[in-house]
């Protein structure tokens, strides 16, 4: 059960990170299109 848990957080932080450098690689290709509010 534990284990479990523990793979399901790092599969989270897995995709959080792949979203934050899908993000950075967006942001590198059209800063123009980036939106005023950086959230």
Partial sequence: MRETGR???REKR???KQLVVMD???RDINP???PSRGR
């Fill in 24 to 26: 950075i690689c967006q």
């Fill in 7 to 9: 793979r399901k957080l």
């Fill in 32 to 34: 123009a299109q980036r």
């Fill in 14 to 16: 897995s995709e959080r």
